[in-house]
Nanobody, 123 residues
Framework: QVQLVESGGGLVQAGGSLRLSCAASGRTFSSYAMGWFRQAPGKEREFVAAISWSGGSTYYGDSVKGRFTISRDNAKNTVYLQMNSLKPEDTAVYYC????????????????WGQGTQVTVSS
């Protein structure tokens, strides 16, 4: 069992930065690949980024590539999402999730989810 708690969301102006954190409970955090997804009102949940259990591999959605960076610290049971050059279209609730699967772009692949943190980017 893994429990995930996101933090770091908030209101930021376009062009600004935020860093999201996702703290995980449980001793097996390093066994899971971790992902970030987001969901805006009226839209489907969208893949943002994922990182392998070791941190050696990362993947990004096309809309955030070059602006967002995912990282993890297994000693702290935490995964991060550094978001730079934010745009109004990045406004959404951001969720972290944990998976033992391999199809990291798909929400159905994930076993555990956090409650989400709101990110709002003003123009």
């Amino acid at each position: 069992q893994v429990q995930l708690v996101e933090s770091g969301g908030g209101l930021v102006q376009a062009g600004g930065s935020l860093r999201l954190s996702c703290a995980a409970s449980g001793r097996t955090f390093s066994s899971y690949a971790m992902g970030w997804f987001r969901q805006a009102p009226g839209k489907e949940r969208e893949f943002v980024a994922a990182i392998s259990w070791s941190g050696g591999s990362t993947y990004y959605g096309d809309s955030v590539k070059g602006r967002f960076t995912i990282s993890r610290d297994n000693a702290k049971n935490t995964v991060y999402l550094q978001m730079n050059s934010l745009k109004p279209e990045d406004t959404a609730v951001y969720y972290c999730a944990a998976t033992t699967g391999v199809a990291w772009r798909f929400p159905r692949e994930y076993d555990y989810w956090g409650q989400g943190t709101q990110v709002t980017v003003s123009s």
